[in-house]
T-cell receptor
Framework: DAKTTQPPSMDCAEGRAANLPCNHSTISGNEYVYWYRQIHSQGPQYIIHGLKNNETNEMASLIITEDRKSSTLILPHATLRDTAVYYCIVRPPSNTGNQFYFGTGTSLTVIP | GAGVSQSPRYKVTKRGQDVALRCDPISGHVSLYWYRQALGQGPEFLTYFNYEAQQDKSGLPNDRFSAERPEGSISTLTIQRTEQRDSAMYRC?????????????FGPGTRLTVT
């Protein structure tokens, strides 16, 4: 099971912020939240990850709620090249395996 | 540096034949993962290795599927007696370590078609 829930699709206007939500209500205290995206048939591309604190890098920001039951990926200024399927993944603790369960993700369409 | 590479990129085989899919991870990466992806779905975990040791093979669908990484670098996923339902994109990923917050880097995949 993916252990995460995401809306199947979203639209965002070019230049605006894209806010992609993810619910992970059964997350445990030592599990990370990862975000990947997949453009067309390319391999998934890492975006960002976090444990408890909010994180920011050159691609995006990750906001994790205080109870860690949900998170939001923010693309601050969406471009047409950000059109992709975005996957929110809860990573099991390392001592039980490190596989990622991807689910079906959110298909983001950036509109000109 | 070079990323994860996979070969062949495309493989068409007849039902009943065996196929071997190869993954060459990023140099120095300890962990290697195999996934299968059907159209419109996210990647589905198959198995993973730390160095040459297969740590988890719980995602392998049945005993026709096997994987090895004998020297802790290149890995081969073998499917015996292929069936049409095995048709999918097979993806390999590697990460520097298997613990905590290390991201996985994915290869371009091998598109397998069983006719």
């Amino acid at each position: 099971d993916a252990k995460t829930t995401q809306p199947p699709s979203m639209d965002c206007a070019e230049g605006r912020a894209a806010n992609l939500p993810c619910n992970h209500s059964t997350i445990s205290g030592n599990e990370y939240v990862y975000w990947y995206r997949q453009i067309h048939s390319q391999g998934p591309q890492y975006i960002i990850h976090g444990l408890k604190n909010n994180e920011t890098n050159e691609m995006a920001s990750l906001i994790i709620t205080e109870d860690r039951k949900s998170s939001t990926l923010i693309l601050p200024h969406a471009t047409l090249r950000d059109t992709a399927v975005y996957y929110c993944i809860v990573r099991p603790p390392s001592n039980t395996g490190n596989q990622f369960y991807f689910g079906t993700g959110t298909s983001l369409t950036v509109i000109p | 540096g070079a990323g994860v590479s996979q070969s062949p990129r495309y493989k068409v085989t007849k039902r009943g034949q065996d196929v071997a899919l190869r993954c060459d991870p990023i140099s120095g990466h300890v962990s290697l993962y195999w996934y299968r992806q059907a159209l419109g779905q996210g990647p589905e975990f198959l198995t993973y290795f730390n160095y040459e040791a297969q740590q988890d093979k719980s995602g392998l669908p049945n005993d026709r599927f096997s994987a090895e990484r004998p020297e802790g670098s290149i890995s081969t996923l073998t499917i015996q007696r292929t069936e049409q339902r095995d048709s999918a994109m097979y993806r390999c990923a590697s990460s520097l370590e298997s613990s905590g917050g290390y991201e996985q880097y994915f290869g371009p995949g091998t598109r397998l078609t069983v006719t």
